[in-house]
């Protein structure tokens, strides 16, 4: 028995992703009960000797104590010296310190597939040809004391 809903699609406001994102949250946690009650921003910048921004993290440990790494940055000119794996380890310490066990995050071939496997990330799977040429891919990283 086929049963037909009407319904229409329209543009989000900030009420409507307060909907979607409660409604996969509530969804989620009753399948898996949370572990953390909330998301834990880890959030680091680095400034070289002038106050300058020459990089940074932004991540986070989610409901399942796994830290989730948004984005990674270091500046031209500090990049394949140390900057980015000094932050990387820095939230990785502080993210086991509150219980992470894990890490994941994903990357272009153009950006930091290397950077991430020589900093003990695992990768776990990929989009071949996008973009066009390249390939997204996805790591992860058992996180221990």
């Not at 000797?49 to 991540?59: F, H, Q, R, S, V």
């Not at 900057?83 to 066990?101: D, F, M």
Request: with cysteine; glycine share 10%.
């Amino acid at each position: 028995m086929d049963t037909k809903t009407e319904f229409n699609i329209e543009p989000c406001n900030k009420d409507n992703i307060k909907v979607i994102v409660d409604g996969i949250n509530d969804y989620n946690l009753s399948k898996v009960p949370a572990i953390a009650s909330i998301w834990t921003p880890l959030e680091f910048v680095a400034k070289d000797e002038n106050g300058i921004e020459i990089g940074g993290i932004l991540a986070g440990i989610g409901y399942w104590n796994g830290l989730e790494i948004k984005i990674l940055w270091v500046k031209d000119g500090y990049r394949k010296k140390g900057v980015g794996s000094q932050i990387l380890k820095h939230a990785e310490t502080i993210a086991i310190q509150k219980g992470a066990e894990i890490a994941m995050l994903d990357t272009f071939d153009f950006q930091a597939e290397q950077f991430y496997l020589k900093n003990g990330y695992q990768a776990i799977g990929e989009i071949k040809d996008f973009p066009k040429g390249h390939k997204r891919i996805y790591f992860s990283k058992k996180l221990t004391k």
